[in-house]
């Protein structure tokens, strides 16, 4: 992990608003714009899975939390899939030049949209996947 996400994790985790646990979505975030081969299927299919509960239905980062912890009662078929060669164009780095605050807040969210966004090509499997998988 880098310097820069230690210290954007510093941020989250000392975050006031410790009910939305805003934490879980650079975990996502960050998961999903840097796995490579090595990266367990899991790992990313939960990332994704925070990413798509995160943007597309409005879940709080301790929601997000709840749902993986529900997902990882059924880790049998899990989709698989070819992750995409860009990510994302915003990084962590990015984010950190936003002041600490409602514009870092912002940063953390664009972020998450744009690595979303990057996997699009598999959204209906990750949507599909929580589907079946939450209740």
Known sequence: ??????????????????????????????TAQTADARTKPIAIIYALSGLYLMIEKNYTGRQVQQAHLQL???KKNLPS???????????????????????????????????WEAYRSVRDIIIRYCDENLK
Request: hydrophobic fraction near 35%.
């Open 1 to 30: 992990m880098s310097e820069q996400y230690h210290e954007l994790s510093f941020y989250t985790l000392a975050h006031p608003d410790n009910l939305y646990f805003i934490h879980q979505h650079i975990v996502d975030a960050q």
């Open 72 to 74: 990882s009662k059924n």
């Open 81 to 115: 899939f070819r992750l995409p060669e860009k990510r994302g164009e915003i990084t962590v780095q990015e984010v950190l030049k936003a002041p600490p605050g409602p514009e870092r807040d912002a940063a953390i969210r664009d972020w998450c949209v744009s690595v």
